[in-house]
């Protein structure tokens, strides 16, 4: 049987419009990494959702996108524990 991790995810801006929901919850395997959690939300949202999270032509998140791991700035190849809460927020403007 292959172990589990559920993580919570909150979705803000643009992100929120393409899911349809502001926070959801995901179940991945044990090991998994928050790049590996961006990648099942862009195989269940598509394009995109790939469009506004990575630069064109690749895998490497837009510099303008945030992505928090329990209320810290993390990257991708950060570790996901069980009940992690990961948010990602779009560009914010202002002035």
Request: charge should be negative; glycine fraction near 12%.
């Amino acid at each position: 049987m292959v172990e589990s991790v559920q993580v919570r995810l909150r979705l803000w801006g643009v992100f929120q419009e393409l899911v349809g929901e502001r926070e959801l919850e995901v179940n991945l395997p044990e090991r998994a990494k928050v790049g590996d959690l961006l990648n099942e939300l862009v195989k269940r949202h598509g394009s995109k959702f790939e469009e506004a999270l990575f630069e064109p032509g690749s895998r490497e998140i837009r510099p303008y996108v945030k992505l928090l791991l329990n209320g810290h700035g993390t990257e991708p190849k950060a570790k996901l524990s069980e009940g992690d809460v990961v948010a990602i927020f779009p560009p914010v403007g202002g002035g």
